[in-house]
């Protein structure tokens, strides 16, 4: 069974920062790549953060590149995204996806994803 369940989403204030997590099954994460994306109200979905299979790789999107970090542990099945001095402009569901060979910005590659978890930014 396939199963991707974020948490950590909440409602915090400009300059805050936020960890998300994400809790994947065996199969979800086995020899996959991870990554974050987030849709805010009437944008399309964003690419966020993607790490590899391994951990060691990283790739980040432009509007948080300064300000986020993503890492694994396989042990847990866990994928961590740490968002650092929120703005306003970071409100949005986040959605943690799984499935895809590469590592990518794409998000057709992903085959997995969760639920999503919001977060939302106050000035």
């Known amino acids: 069974q396939v199963q991707l369940v974020e948490s950590g989403g909440g409602m915090v204030q400009t300059g805050d920062s936020l960890q998300l997590s994400c809790a994947g099954s065996?199969?979800?994460?086995?020899?996959?790549?991870v990554a974050w994306f987030r849709q805010a109200p009437g944008k399309e979905r964003e690419f966020v953060a993607a790490?590899?299979?391994?951990?060691?790789?990283?790739y980040f999107g432009d509007a948080v590149e300064d300000r986020c970090t993503i890492s694994r542990d396989h042990a847990k099945r866990m994928v961590y995204l740490q968002l650092n001095d929120l703005r306003p402009e970071d409100t949005a569901v986040y959605y943690c996806?799984?499935?895809?060979?590469?590592?990518?910005?794409?998000?057709?590659?992903?085959?997995?994803w969760g639920q999503g978890t919001q977060v939302t930014v106050s000035s």
């Open positions: 996806a799984s499935g895809a060979i590469v590592t990518t910005t794409l998000e057709q590659n992903y085959q997995f």
């Open positions: 065996e199969r979800a994460f086995k020899d996959y790549a």
């Open positions: 790490v590899d299979m391994a951990g060691r790789t990283a």
